[in-house]
């Protein structure tokens, strides 16, 4: 288990990451379905925030969730259990080196793993191997460098850079949505195809307002608060600033806009 | 006519405006079309780039075109002739001193206009003013914070901030599109919906590579080379390796992103 993954391994990031897909689900998972009887790889399914959406689109798929923290495969199997879905198998596993025969999957799905792995390609490569000839893939990521908002203050900017410097100190790549159409292709993946997922706040969406602004990126900036100012990133005052102006884009003269990319590729 | 008009009068410029707004039709203006009979106005016609496609998806409309500079009019009058297009009449108008009675329009369309002008909420409550009452406004911007490209390199990005810097320096808003929101509420519009439109480009979609990044982004950044460099925002050795790498993005490794941003609301 990596101790070094950069949201941490908290309760509070666990509640985090579900709240984080149940707001994000309809957006990023609505088109992803999987026939009866496919076999389905979920490859770094963490606490499971996504497992539950993908579980809940193909009822009568058979889905193989691996990741390699055995604390987040508990949460996971805990979750899976209070959400009464029983047609998913957790299993421990390094994406690197998978316990499975070649070509066992019909389909891989992996959504914000990517941008936390050092050899992104190798780990794709490692993903076609279990996949079945002309089986398919689907990976979800965002981007850091996407994201704006209204008002922009320097401090706000600053704490969210915090963020990105944050990642890239534990060789993370926050902008890896861009990258996924060259990745994809340089791991020998075919029909490539990548679709930018917009987010867009404004005061007109009171949902997104909380759920996307304040518990998915708000909260997610204010878990590196203590690598951020330890290291020297920022200086307290600045970050309590930058936390308080970010705020004043979920108010009623604010905006926000974050893009997420779904790619899909065949073997 | 203001002498400051940030891309400038050049016939290049026009060519540039012309291609550019013939690759981002479709996803600009698809879903804007006018019934038979309507009045409609464009506010900020400029060298007609935009009203060929308005005139085209509402070719029963009457079409009532202004702009403040005299040489864009008589530049848009000889394409709608070369085009074909009949129901535009032209008028040398200032938004914010509009020759027209209240509530004369059934329609207003701007685009690509409030970033230039020092008062866009001004702007908006003049438009509203020759609005009929339920008649409806439809406001497309860029936003030019949303671009990101891969790779990312530190000239490109600077290159890319020369262009934001300018557009500042001659007091517009490289930033307008995140603030059509609150700009067109505090204009005192109703029922506003803002619908980010996305631009991304990758290797396998040839036409933006070329239609977008070259002769759309690369051709706006490049206009700017004299301002920029005789401004000292940047060495002339940092432009040309900024340019450089900018055409690197629409290689095949490469990636490209931009956002625009089309608002409709009703007075």
Known sequence: MREDYVHGYSEREAIRLVDQAETLS?????????????????AGCGVGAQTIHLARNSPQAEITSVDISKPSLTHAKALMGREGISNVQF??????????????????FICFVLEHLPD???AL?????????????????????????????????NAWQCMI????ELNCNPLMGRELYPLLSEAGFKEVKIDPRV?????????L??????????????GVKDQAIGSGLITPETWDKGIQDLHMTAEPSGTFFYNFFKGTAKK
Chains 1, 2 share one sequence.
Do not use: N, W
């Open 26 to 42: 309809p957006l990023l998972h609505y088109d992803t379905s999987f026939p009866e009887g496919s076999l389905v790889l979920e």
């Open 91 to 108: 299993q421990t596993a390094d994406i690197m080196e998978l316990p499975f025969a070649d070509e066992t999957f019909d389909h891989v």
């Open 120 to 122: 992104p390609v190798g």
């Open 125 to 157: 490569k490692s993903l076609k191997r279990v996949l079945k000839s002309e089986g398919s893939i689907t990976v979800i990521e965002g981007d850091h460098g996407s994201c704006y908002f209204h008002p922009e203050t320097k401090e706000a900017i």
């Open 165 to 168: 410097k944050a990642q890239k």
């Open 199 to 207: 987010v867009y706040v404004d005061s007109s969406k009171g949902e």
């Open 209 to 222: 307002v909380d759920g996307f602004i304040k518990k998915t990126i708000i909260a997610m900036v204010e």
